[in-house]
Nanobody, 124 residues
Framework: QVQLVESGGGLVQTGGSLRLSCAAS????????MGWFRQAPGKEREFVAS????????YYADFVKGRFTVSRDNAKNTVYLQMNSLKPEDTAVYYC?????????????????WGQGTQVTVSS
């Protein structure tokens, strides 16, 4: 069983930055690929970024390439999402997710465990 707790969300102006953190419980964190997803009101949950279990490989949605960076610290059981150059359309609840294999995925149903989400609001 893996429990995930996100933090770091908040209100920021257009062009600002936030760093989200996701703390994981359990001994298997270093074997799990991790992902970040987001869901805006009235929209489906969408993929943002994913990172291989070792952290050496990452994958991003096109709309965040060059602005967001996913990383992880396996010694701290934590995955991060650094978000720069934020836009109003980035406003959403951001979720981290874990899957019990090393390889990353962009599909929500590939992930077994989800956090409760953290709200990110970007004002124009």
């Amino acid at each position: 069983q893996v429990q995930l707790v996100e933090s770091g969300g908040g209100l920021v102006q257009t062009g600002g930055s936030l760093r989200l953190s996701c703390a994981a419980s359990g001994r298997s964190f270093s074997s799990n690929a991790m992902g970040w997803f987001r869901q805006a009101p009235g929209k489906e949950r969408e993929f943002v970024a994913s990172i291989y279990s070792s952290g050496g490989i990452t994958y991003y949605a096109d709309f965040v390439k060059g602005r967001f960076t996913v990383s992880r610290d396996n010694a701290k059981n934590t995955v991060y999402l650094q978000m720069n150059s934020l836009k109003p359309e980035d406003t959403a609840v951001y979720y981290c997710a874990a899957r019990p294999v090393p390889t990353l995925s962009q599909y929500p149903n590939a992930y077994n465990y989800w956090g409760q989400g953290t709200q990110v609001t970007v004002s124009s």
